[in-house]
């Protein structure tokens, strides 16, 4: 059975720090493809990072270039997301999520009917 499970979330004030996690099971991990997306208050969910494991490429969209970075753990089967310079525009829900059928790449994140896989979400609220 496929589970996705994030951690990490919290509180946190401008220009702070996270790292979320996203720990995989179900899947045969390596060459799969992980990615997160968040949703704001009153707002729809979107994109975030992508990447596909074990060595693939890493996606990232507008808002988390040069702020964000996500990598692996292929011994944990898991994947981060670490996120610096945070702001309260980042507040949000942050969902893991993987594709089925994709290997050493992604689909693009903003067709997120490619992604039926989803975790419980973490929060996270960047206070100014």
């Known amino acids: 059975q496929v589970q996705l499970v994030e951690s990490g979330g919290g509180s946190v004030q401008a220009g702070g720090s996270l790292r979320l996690s996203c720990a995989a099971s179900g899947y045969t991990y390596s060459g799969i493809c992980m990615a997160w997306f968040r949703q704001a208050p009153g707002k729809e969910r979107e994109g975030v990072a992508a990447?596909?494991?074990?060595?693939?490429?890493?996606y990232y969209t507008d808002s988390a270039k040069g702020r964000f970075t996500i990598s692996q753990d292929n011994a944990k089967n898991t994947v981060y997301l670490q996120m610096k310079s945070l702001k309260p525009e980042d507040t949000a829900m942050y969902y893991c999520?993987?594709?089925?059928?994709?290997?050493?790449?992604?689909?693009?994140?903003?067709?997120?009917?490619?992604?039926?896989?989803w975790g419980q979400g973490t929060q996270v609220t960047v206070s100014s």
């Open positions: 999520a993987a594709p089925r059928g994709w290997y050493l790449r992604c689909p693009d994140m903003s067709n997120q009917y490619e992604y039926p896989d």
């Open positions: 990447m596909a494991t074990g060595g693939g490429p890493t």
